[in-house]
């Protein structure tokens, strides 16, 4: 199935529906023939593809005894699932949606303006930029750090995937959190380089970043099309159009 049969939505949404099958124990024959579907409808539903109507979520969600507000948001996920763009609060519950779109990916390109990417930030310094920024309790930065440290996992995977990092100079030259913090995350750094699917690429000061704009991923897959995905403080947007790809390929 090609990826205009998919779009970030609809992928999410099957994730999580197959995530629901699999806490359960069940197996796609077991539940189709219970719902009286075909596994081929199961599976495409699981695969983002066509077949996910709010009455057949809901029903695939009333089998499991899924309630309340977890049914209610993954039933507001069908409603314009297929539009090319998503906007989503950049909190760790949506962060799900990332995640599952790093680790389906075979390359990413991560470019962060003022930080070391997230990808590649020690657990000290993901601490000290989410302390830094005054918006969360402790328990907060508790769970960021730890959402944060597991989406790490690419950088152990060696096959499947090629990693590359954009870093500005100055990036490296700044202090976050403490020297001894910063000497961490410059060894950690020196280290990931090592890796032969992973690859860092130091952006000269003298190099101007302004056309650059903020922090972005572009992310490509075998089966279905590439992903850009654009933060800010407080939200997450998803990209598909060709038109906004051919930006975000054009900048690397």
């Known amino acids: 199935m090609t990826g205009r049969h998919t779009t970030t939505r609809s992928r999410q949404l099957g994730a999580e529906l197959k ?5 359960a124990g069940c197996n ?3 539940l189709a023939r219970a719902l009286g579907w075909s596994d081929s409808k199961v599976t495409r539903m699981e695969n983002g593809q066509r077949g996910a109507s709010e009455v057949a979520v809901a029903t695939y969600l009333a089998y499991f005894r899924v309630v ?8 507001a996920m069908c409603r314009d699932i297929w539009a090319r763009d998503w906007l989503q609060p950049n909190v760790p519950d949506e962060l799900r949606t990332l995640t599952t779109h790093e680790t389906t990916a075979t390359s990413i390109h991560q470019y962060e303006p003022l930080l070391v990417p997230g990808l590649l930030q ?3 310094y993901a ?3 989410f302390r830094a920024t005054g918006r969360f309790p402790d328990e907060g930065i508790d769970l960021r750090v730890r959402i944060r440290l597991e989406r790490q996992d690419l950088l152990r995977r060696e096959f499947g995937i090629d990693l590359t990092f954009f870093i500005p ?3 490296l030259r700044s202090t976050v959190g403490s020297p001894r913090v910063m000497n961490d ?3 950690h750094l020196a280290l990931i380089t090592a890796r032969p699917w992973c690859t860092v690429r130091v952006v000269p000061a003298s190099f101007s970043l302004g056309f650059l704009g ?4 572009l992310m490509e897959y075998r089966n279905h099309g590439p992903v850009a995905y654009v933060e800010n403080q407080t939200h997450g947007l998803f990209l598909e159009t060709p038109d906004d790809i051919r930006i975000y390929r054009s900048i690397l």
């Open 127 to 129: 601490r000290a930029v």
């Open 122 to 124: 020690t657990e000290d």
């Open 185 to 187: 995350q410059l060894l």
């Open 19 to 23: 995530r629901v099958r699999e806490r």
């Open 28 to 30: 796609v024959h077991d």
């Open 214 to 217: 903020g922090p972005f991923e």
């Open 169 to 171: 100079e100055q990036v």
């Open 68 to 75: 309340g507000p977890e049914m209610d948001r993954l039933l």
